[in-house]
């Protein structure tokens, strides 16, 4: 059953692998990228969001003494000291010390004055990241998060030597966990600072806390994958049965678990975590849980000051929490089963010896059908980074010696080139001939390399170059090789049925990689960016807003009708206008989003008007607006007033 919930070991250290090859490649000499909390730690957890850190690394410097600041050939904009005088344990404030004005984003507009000196505000620094962001960015604690709920983002300042307040931690533990060599990596890369002061504090918008995520990640990665299941189970105990109850739903957070399983880590040895200890284990982390909400103390790991519980749990809403815990530990570790998503599986499972090949298949299957692994893997819309990324992802496919992180790195430049390419100028006036040529074949040359991230989207961004170019053969040859690839077998997104599990065990050995299941299995939605030099003519109208997502086999036969179109083939367009019909009846390999399957009929709609007839396309506007009423993104809106107007 456990493998189910986080998956095996391989799975975990596949998902580390991931994050730190994408991290890697996204991050630049300005911001560092940092995957965070629980799929940063390795859990793919069912209802998580993605959490991402952006380390500024070079426009903000935070210092602790005042005797290492250097201004001298200084290269940042804005040096800061920290102050903890007269603030609580684990936040500072972030006194100004030296500013570059030459910076023309001014950072001034950060700056709050207090006793006539200046301070970094957290919540102007807030301010401005979600005025740089998308306008479905709400502020959420220390993040920048989507109304959906589905990412975080937080903007984090980077101090580069260990803060003081967490100096006793260095020497506290006598015991073999953490070793010397992970103590030694933690304290050399410093400690963060989020945007985020204490909550009722006179001067809460001049207050950042001090984060140790980056630690928090090396001690998780030194779990073995008892302590992690163990984790995974307190997690999905109080996200699924305890949080449920409206009394105690904002009481406790996964932090409070997370830091509960470090201290118990210090005090047992390793060797107590083992598959056969695990319900002992997981019922003497609960345990302590419940002692933590009786007394009201859980120390923070690293500055044990900072009673993470102080003024969070108290009054009526404890003792309803703390009656609420009792009664679970009351059945002891089947507990668990109060959750739907530990209750569907066979609790047999528990005790079971479960068969390799049924292992490495649910290891398999996890990612293909993960919300948060897609998030993490859509790349940037800006074409400065993107060139940056794209060369930074050459660099390290030759560098990495090992074929796993080779694989990854291949996998997420083929996804960002078919982005990257669709900044290529191909037709502008300003354009010699020679140039023309040159800009044709760079494109060329990256949409080649789009074509290993799955089965099809590639090879359709490519023959809508070719489209682009007028070049309808050649587009026509590539579109029907993807459709051939299009059979029942293949997996959009989050979509998966029994009869791929059937064919994982039928057609797949033990030694397919993620990255090779993804290109053998996976079909990928169709991304055009905004201004994208690769979207057909006819469609100029959906990125006029946004990106703008389309099914692949929904996209292949519009292609192959505008090819037919263009060649006055009238037979041609009304038999991909007919298989066009059939595949939207039967929704093959249209994924279970409403967005897309609404894209779905304005596409048929628009298809159906280019052919003259109008009042099959107004049907299909109407039923994409009924399946999908939004204004600002879908077109057939506009389209069905273009109608009226005829």
Known sequence: MCQNIVGTENHVKSIRLMNAVRDRMKSTKRDIVITSGSFGEGLDMSGSDLDLMFVT?????????????????????????????DVKAGFAQLLVK????????????????????????????????????????????????????????AKCLHCRTWTSQASQWITRSNSSWPSYN?????????????PIGVKGSPKEDIEWRISFSVGEKFLINTFTHTQLICY?????????????????????????????????????????????????CFMRCFSRLIYSVDYSVCLHYFIPENNLFENKIEGRAREILLGKLYTL????????LFS?????????????????????????????????????????????????????GIHQIVSYHQSSPKYMCTYYLSKLCGQYAQYVQLNSSRNNNKQQYKQYKSCLCTLLQNIYHDSVSGWLMLASFFYKAKQYSNALHIIAYSISKCTPEKVCLMDMSGSHFRFFDLQLSKKTSIVQLWKIMFIDSLKFAINSQLIPNELQMEIENGIHYISSIVYAYFLKMLCHYHLNN?????????????????????????PLYSGAYNILGIALQLLGDNESARQAFMRSVDIYPNNEYNTAIKRLSFIGLM
């Open 98 to 153: 030296h500013v570059k004005h030459t910076n023309p984003q001014n950072p001034c507009k950060y700056f709050e004055e207090l006793n006539g000196k200046h301070y970094l505000s957290s919540a102007l620094y807030k301010q401005y990241q979600l005025a740089n962001t998308c306008s479905n960015s709400v502020i959420h604690g220390p993040c920048i998060s989507d109304k959906e709920g589905m990412y975080d983002k």
């Open 570 to 594: 009238v037979i041609g367009c009304q038999d991909c206008l007919q298989t066009f019909q059939l595949v939207l009846a039967e929704k093959f390999l249209i994924e279970n989003n409403r």
């Open 232 to 280: 995974a189970l307190l997690k999905i105990l109080l996200k699924h049965v305890i949080a449920t109850c409206i009394e105690c739903e904002n009481l406790l957070c996964s932090y409070f678990l997370k830091t509960i399983i470090f201290w118990i880590s210090e005090e047992l040895p390793q060797s107590i975590w083992k598959p056969e200890n695990l319900i002992h």
């Open 182 to 194: 992970v103590k030694q990596s933690i304290i050399k890369h410093g400690v963060l600072f989020v």
């Open 329 to 336: 530990h009351s059945y002891g570790w089947r507990c668990i």
């Open 57 to 85: 690394a070079k426009d903000i410097e935070v210092y602790e003494n005042d005797e290492d600041i250097k201004t001298d050939n200084n290269s940042s904009d804005v040096i800061l000291s920290m102050e903890t005088d």
């Open 340 to 392: 739907d998503q530990i209750s569907n599986i066979h609790v047999s499972m528990w005790m079971n010896h479960i068969e390799p090949h049924t292992l490495h298949t649910i290891e398999l299957a996890k990612p293909v059908n993960s919300k948060l692994l897609y998030l993490a893997i859509e790349v940037s819309d800006s074409f400065e980074e993107d060139a940056i990324v794209y060369k930074r």
